[in-house]
């Protein structure tokens, strides 16, 4: 323990630091230790195709060595929310309070003891390989390489409403009310900073919640009070590092205008004009970027306006989105790629929502709702380009995709969806899938919060080379897409097509982990079962 450490719950003892733990030893000639960096090499195979007019594929093999070089300290860290005082942030603030110190709490069924459950970096596994008799062996996700833990996380940020974490927590009616009791001492001390708000961008009815707003017009100004801001929560807080996660509220898309938001150049040029479509995510996006502060929009509008895509490619500055992948979506990525797989023709998928937190009532404005609509349609484009025997011109090349979202106050956090997939089957026959999903929103967003934030700290202390080349080592590409497998519309490399299967996501994940500490790409060969 540090006696006389604060953050910033106001208490006076933190926690022992429980980020960097590792219990994998890899024995390999492919990486070493060195000066406090785990130094890799790595062989990319992949396979180039070429499509021939007779309805045949020509194919060949390709390979580039990469050296790899990840920082084994994790810094110490900070999160800052856009949204602070939402039902994400209020309910992701208390349950890494609990979990720092070990609150225990009693629920209907008995006593519940804090956990980090839906977070893939904290309560999943990781297949290294097998054992000695051919059986497979897994080891936690964290525990491969220093990661950041989240007890560890100081956590701040920004909201248009005022209240204090603990009445915004009450507010949200997401936690059981014993652990509200034992947290709000805590919870009380966290206030958001003013944010941004441009009503034009969010629903007419948030009006009565904005009352905690930086001042003026100018939206320049915007950009330089955020900026501010995360320097002070920086240097206050004595961080090596600074993520910020926008949570707030689902925007309205913005126009993509030559001359105003399409160049790095004309964006900020349109920001110091304070023009209209410059919406306040893409002020975060930008006050971020222009810092190098990684930024990661948990949202569907398009925060990233092609400026703004260009600016983080200048600045070499990570973003990632856009909107959490938390419940029906995620399935959805999922079961769609099973049934295409499986040679099943998906004709239409009708997806039904009903929810009565303040996300949903933002959301039952046009504007905002074709946002969200937009990035839940998209998860199954990859899909159907993946199969042309069944998509293609002849037999139709869409699925019939219908999104709907009500209001419903009375059922709160708990968010029902229920989905129908009507699929093709041999011979003109069809099938039916019917799925009934009643999740408690915000507990299963919070996780992804949580790994989003891991894994972008984890990755902005790794760089790579070309093997046998005299370049300097080089972080990866602006655009994280590795973090798509928690994002409904994942941003992709410009020029790109983004990847929605939730397996292809998680193996690109661990194969890019595999690879860092020497290990070969995950596969399940099983040979020591199938050969002689």
Request: proline share 5%; glycine share 6%.
């Amino acid at each position: 323990m540090a006696p006389h450490a604060t953050d910033e719950t106001g208490t006076s003892e933190v926690p022992e630091m429980l980020s960097g733990r590792t219990t994998v030893s890899v024995i390999s000639d492919k990486a070493q230790l060195e000066s406090g960096y785990l130094l890799s090499n790595f062989t990319y195979e992949n396979a180039c195709v070429q499509k021939l007019p007779n309805g045949k594929y020509e194919v060949t093999p390709t390979k580039v060595d990469y050296n790899f070089k990840v920082d084994m300290k994790v810094p110490k860290t900070g999160l800052m929310l856009v949204g602070l005082g939402g039902n994400n942030g209020s309910t992701l603030t208390a349950t890494i309070l609990a979990n720092r110190y070990g609150i225990k709490f009693r629920t209907k069924n008995g006593v519940q003891e804090p956990n980090y459950y839906g977070s893939v970096t904290q309560s999943s596994t990781l297949k290294l390989g097998v054992d000695e008799s051919g059986n497979d062996v897994y080891a936690p996700f964290n525990e491969i390489l220093p990661m950041l833990h989240p007890n560890d996380i100081v956590i701040g940020g920004w909201d248009i409403n005022s209240a204090n974490l603990a009445d915004a927590m009450a507010r949200a009616k997401v936690l059981d009310f014993d652990l509200q009791r034992q947290v709000s001492k805590y919870m009380a001390q966290i206030k958001p900073l003013p944010s941004i708000y441009y009503p034009d961008f969010i629903a007419a009815n948030q009006s009565d919640r904005a009352d905690n707003l930086i001042d003026g017009d100018s939206k320049w100004d915007h950009v330089q009070r955020i900026r501010q801001d995360i320097a002070d929560f920086k240097l206050r807080n004595g961080l090596e590092k600074v993520i910020v996660v926008w949570t707030a509220n689902t925007e309205r898309y913005s126009d993509i205008i030559t001359g105003v938001n399409d160049t790095a150049e004309n964006l900020v040029k349109s920001i110091k004009e304070s023009h209209e479509e410059v919406a306040p995510s893409t002020i975060f996006a930008v006050a971020c970027i222009l810092d190098k502060v990684p930024f990661i929009n948990g949202s569907p509008q398009n925060t990233f306006v092609p400026g703004c895509i260009e600016l983080a490619e200048k600045q070499k500055s990570f973003i990632g989105g856009d909107d959490f992948k938390s419940g029906q979506t995620k399935l959805k990525s999922v079961l769609a790629q099973f049934l295409v797989d499986a040679g099943i023709k998906p004709l239409s998928i009708a997806s039904y929502n009903h929810l009565g937190n303040n996300d949903g009532y933002n959301l039952s404005a046009p504007k905002q709702f074709k946002s969200k609509e937009i990035s839940k349609k998209s998860v199954v484009d990859d899909m159907i380009a993946s199969n042309h025997i069944l998509y293609n011109e002849e037999k139709g090349a869409s699925i019939d995709h219908c999104i709907v979202i009500k209001y419903l106050p009375a059922v709160g956090d708990s968010k029902v969806a229920m989905d129908e997939y009507y699929s093709e089957l041999m011979m003109g026959g069809h099938n039916t899938i019917s799925i009934h999903n009643v999740c408690e929103d915000s507990l299963l967003a919070s996780p992804l919060i949580i790994d989003l934030a891991v894994i972008c700290e984890f990755f902005s202390r790794v760089s790579y080379k070309k093997a046998d080349s005299d370049e300097e080592f080089e972080t990866f590409y602006p655009v994280l897409s590795v973090l798509s497998y928690w994002l409904k519309a994942p941003l992709a490399r410009p020029g790109y097509e983004p990847v929605n299967g939730l397996n292809k996501q998680r193996a690109a994940l661990e194969n890019l982990l595999r690879a860092f500490v020497g290990l070969a790409p995950q596969n399940e060969l099983k040979l020591e079962e199938r050969l002689w």
